[in-house]
């Protein structure tokens, strides 16, 4: 399908050489497809981008829903949902390190909101799922729910980003180990806090 062959080509020169760098021309020369076929399914840059975003965070918006309707206990629910994101931000870094930087901008602040929006969708399932814990009284009633959110998306953040990952990293660790290390890491923190 054409869409979908514009969408694979426009993620991966996003995430190779950014948005502002990427011209719709190279993204039409990568899908095989005319200029026009992109402003036909798209209409504009900013448009496409926001399309490639909403097909990563539809799956994970799924698989979030999935979890919370599961009869799984709020515990290991949490430990689900720090699982899947610590796999899904792993092997995704480039392109959450693409996110963060348009989210960053002041140049474009309709993309900004546009981007944000599409995020809140998956954080609205998160919120679902500790407000959930609370009301089963699997997780303690005072606790900040934003800032456990935050303590999540912090992390995942500061672990995988390719600059602040070498301040982590241990000597002689390997991506594995490091990525259980947090996984571990975040385990602890977030059942710790939540957790009665």
Same mark, same amino acid.
């Given at each position: 399908?054409?869409? $979908? +062959? =514009?969408? @694979? ?12 760098? *990427?011209?719709? /021309? ?60 610590? $796999? +899904? =931000?792993? @092997? ?12 960053? *901008?002041?140049? /474009? ?88």
């Amino acid at each position: 399908m054409t869409s $979908e +062959k =514009i969408l @694979s080509a426009a993620r991966e020169l996003f995430e190779e050489k950014g948005f502002d760098l *990427t011209s719709v /021309r190279e993204i039409a020369t990568k899908a095989d497809v005319n200029v026009a076929l992109i402003n036909y399914h798209f209409g504009s840059k900013e448009n496409l981008l926001l399309a490639v975003m909403e097909q990563s965070v539809d799956s994970t918006r799924l698989k979030l829903h999935n979890i919370n309707q599961s009869a799984s206990s709020s515990e290991e629910k949490l430990l689900q949902v720090i699982d899947l994101y610590v $796999e +899904k =931000i792993f @092997s995704n870094c480039k392109y959450h390190q693409l996110i963060h930087r348009e989210l960053s *901008t002041t140049q /474009r602040p309709e993309l900004v909101e546009g981007i944000s929006k599409i995020l809140n969708r998956n954080s609205s399932e998160l919120r679902k799922l500790l407000e959930e814990g609370q009301k089963k009284k699997a997780f303690k009633k005072d606790v900040d729910i934003d800032m456990a959110m935050a303590t999540l998306f912090g992390v995942m953040y500061q672990t995988t980003h390719s600059i602040f990952r070498k301040r982590w990293l241990r000597a002689n660790e390997d991506d594995e180990s490091y990525r259980l290390r947090v996984k571990k890491y975040l385990n602890d923190l977030l059942t710790g806090y939540l957790v009665k």
